[in-house]
Every structure is written in structure tokens, then in C-alpha cells.
Nanobody, 121 residues
Framework: QVQLVESGGGLVQPGGSLRLSCAASGFTFSNYWMYWVRQAPGKGLEWVSAISTGGGNTYYAGSVKGRFTSSRDNAKNTLYLQMNSLKPEDTALYYC??????????????WGQGTQVTVSS
């Protein structure tokens, strides 16, 4: 069965960095576009980033562009999100998400359980 397991969240001071990881299993990881989606306390879901099957194409929300970098290691079936210059407004539960159709459809079928990122002094 498809599993997506995020890790790497935690408490960090403003201006700090974190790297999130998402270990994928149960499907051919290299065939799917992947995404990061977050949900801040009391708010709706926010699309953060997308990465193509080979990792050569990435897209970001305006709120994180220039600070966050998504990457993947298909040999390890792992998705990453490097987050730099973190701000308090980046505080959220971060989800690793699979594209429903494999290609860049921006619709999702499987979600991880999420990893909490808290940016606070």
C-alpha cells in the first residue's frame, strides 16, 4: 500500500533552517510528481511546492519562493524540502502529497501524516 512518511519538523527560531524528508513506499516513486502542502493553525491548506518526476522542474508558492527548495532522490524514494530564512508565518503542519495522475495535475490522492514546523523565538 502507498505510504508517505514525513520527518524533520521541529521548533526553530526565525531566520533558521530545517530540512523535511518524506519517505515513500508502495508505489513507483519516480513515476509521480510530488508536492508539499501545509496547514497553519486555524487556517486552510496551502500548496507550497511541486516537483517533477525527475526533479528537474520545481514550482513554489509566492510565499516561500527563494527560501524553500524541493528536491528528490528517486534511488532512495525520498522527497525533501529545504526551508531557509524561516518566518513565524511558516509555522504549520507540512504534508507530503502524491499527484493523483502521476503527471502535474495538481490533484492529490495520497497524503502523509504530516510533520509539524514551529518557527518561534
Amino acid at each position: 500500500q502507498v505510504q508517505l512518511v514525513e520527518s524533520g519538523g521541529g521548533l526553530v527560531q526565525p531566520g533558521g533552517s530545517l530540512r523535511l524528508s518524506c519517505a515513500a513506499s508502495g508505489f513507483t516513486f519516480s513515476n509521480y510528481w510530488m508536492y508539499w502542502v501545509r496547514q497553519a493553525p486555524g487556517k486552510g491548506l496551502e500548496w507550497v511546492s511541486a516537483i517533477s518526476t525527475g526533479g528537474g522542474n520545481t514550482y513554489y508558492a509566492g510565499s516561500v519562493k527563494g527560501r524553500f527548495t524541493s528536491s528528490r532522490d528517486n534511488a532512495k524514494n525520498t522527497l525533501y524540502l529545504q526551508m531557509n530564512s524561516l518566518k513565524p508565518e511558516d509555522t504549520a503542519l507540512y504534508y507530503c502529497v502524491r499527484d493523483r495522475g502521476g503527471d502535474y495535475s495538481n490533484t492529490f490522492d495520497f497524503w502523509g501524516q504530516g510533520t509539524q514546523v514551529t518557527v518561534s523565538s
